[in-house]
């Protein structure tokens, strides 16, 4: 029988994930769709129930779902775990584990650069969900040393405690930025024009810094630009967010999933931005 994968969100409308997704089992030659679910917060529990009715083989759960979905899985891998946040569901026989790719997602995409190690240090703006994800992924695979800055400090210092990792201030990121060999912007601030302004001056950046941006459309942020113009090495969010479905489609149906497919298939809907 046809087997179906979902995404499910609200909004969803600009969802790229069924593109990479139904171009993946396409090229697999699989009998399954891909398809985008809006879904109201007032109905999300009788959605959930009529996923699992359907027998969906698994989905993606973006924003607002992300923890509420906790309740209905059977289990839980350990990145998700750490996060209290799932983007991934793996369903088989009706047992539900739930994912967290994001981290690892993000990951990949920076290690296409260079190997992180442990003389790396990283800064990361931000201490919502996608900062979260990212900073359990560095914690987890790598030995890197990892500052957490954000505009509430409280929340920065939440996310490090019990861990050898530090929590600062943004004003004191900004007068430590030479100091650090990565950084990773994870905050909305620069997304809209309401939001524009940066979360931390760039002015003492090192040149060959690695700066990425969680942010993948416009391909460059003003943080990138910024960054690139003071000598840095610069990535948008466009790996992150390729590798994060290709994890979860490798989970799903334990195929290598093609990244350059799905680029390419991105890249084509953005108009080759
Ligand atoms: P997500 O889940 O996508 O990571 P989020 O949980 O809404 O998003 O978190 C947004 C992040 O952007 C937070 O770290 C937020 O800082 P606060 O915790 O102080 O709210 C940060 N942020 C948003 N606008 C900002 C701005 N103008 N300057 C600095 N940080 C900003």
């Known amino acids: 029988m046809k087997e179906l994968y979902c995404v499910i969100g609200n909004p969803i409308a600009h969802s790229l994930s069924p593109i990479m997704h139904t171009a993946l089992l396409e090229q697999n030659h699989l009998d399954a769709s ?3 679910f809006l879904i109201e917060k007032q109905d999300f529990t009788t959605a959930i129930e ?29 990145e998700a775990k750490a ?14 584990t739930g994912y967290n790719t994001d981290g690892i997602g993000y990951l990949q995409g920076l290690e296409s650069i260079r190997t992180i190690n442990e003389t790396d240090q990283i800064l990361i703006i931000g201490a919502g969900g996608a900062s979260k ?6 914690l987890h695979h790598t030995n890197a040393s990892v500052t957490v800055a954000n505009r509430t400090l409280e929340k920065a210092v939440k996310m490090v405690a019990g861990t050898a990792h530090r929590a600062i201030s943004l004003a004191e990121a900004e007068s430590q930025l030479a100091d650090f060999t990565i950084v990773i912007q994870t905050t909305s601030s620069g997304l809209t024009k309401e939001n ?15 700066v990425s941006d969680i942010i993948y459309n416009p391909a460059e942020t003003p943080f990138l630009k910024e960054a690139k113009a003071h000598g840095a090495i610069i990535q948008n969010g466009l790996s992150m967010f390729i ?5 979860a489609f490798e989970l799903w149906t334990g195929i290598e999933a093609d990244r350059d497919l799905m680029r390419n298939s991105v890249l084509k809907k953005l108009g080759g931005k």
């Open 34 to 36: 891909y398809v985008p």
């Open 50 to 78: 009529g996923l699992k009715a359907l027998g969906i083989s698994g989905f993606n759960v973006t924003s607002p779902f992300k923890e509420d979905i906790l309740p209905f899985l059977d289990a839980l891998d350990s």
């Open 83 to 96: 996060c209290g946040a799932v983007n991934t569901v793996v369903a088989r026989n009706g047992h539900w």
């Open 133 to 138: 994800a990212i900073f359990q992924a560095l």
């Open 196 to 210: 524009a302004v940066l979360p931390i001056q760039l002015h003492d950046l090192t040149v060959g810094t690695i």
């Open 243 to 247: 590798n994060q479905a290709a994890i």
